[in-house]
């Protein structure tokens, strides 16, 4: 129950610092190191349950981190209709992708 309430709370705590708007280029490298190591955990020790954690903070962080890299692109130009319809594109493709993914693995957990 440790390792569950301090993977919640890493995650979250990336995530605020990520959401921050002072600086949130120094929470990069740790939120997408926490992802890496919630990955690696989740493998090592079979557990879905820490590779849905990981994948859904980090589906979420990094459509966050997608969007504010996007956003300039949305002020003063003719485009910004095109690259809103590749975010909703995003949005969709994304959401199925994890899906398919997550399915795929539970299963793939399951049988080993």
């Not at 992802?35 to 079979?46: C, K, N």
């Not at 879905?48 to 990981?54: D, E, G, K, P």
């Not at 319809?85 to 969709?92: A, G, K, M, Q």
Request: proline fraction near 3%; glycine fraction near 6%; charged fraction near 10%.
């Amino acid at each position: 129950t440790y390792l569950n309430f301090a993977t919640h709370m890493l995650f979250v705590f990336c995530l605020a610092g990520l959401f921050k708007d002072e600086m949130p280029i120094i929470f990069i490298p740790f939120f997408l190191a926490l992802t890496g190591i919630g990955l690696w955990q989740a493998f090592s020790e079979r557990s879905f349950y820490f590779l849905l954690l990981a994948v859904l903070y980090g589906y979420i962080g990094f459509t966050y981190i997608i969007i504010k890299i996007m956003e300039p692109l949305f002020r003063g130009t003719d485009m910004a209709l095109f690259i809103l319809f590749l975010l909703f594109s995003y949005f969709i493709g994304s959401s199925v992708a994890v899906i398919i993914f997550l399915r795929n693995m539970n299963k793939r957990m399951k049988t080993t």
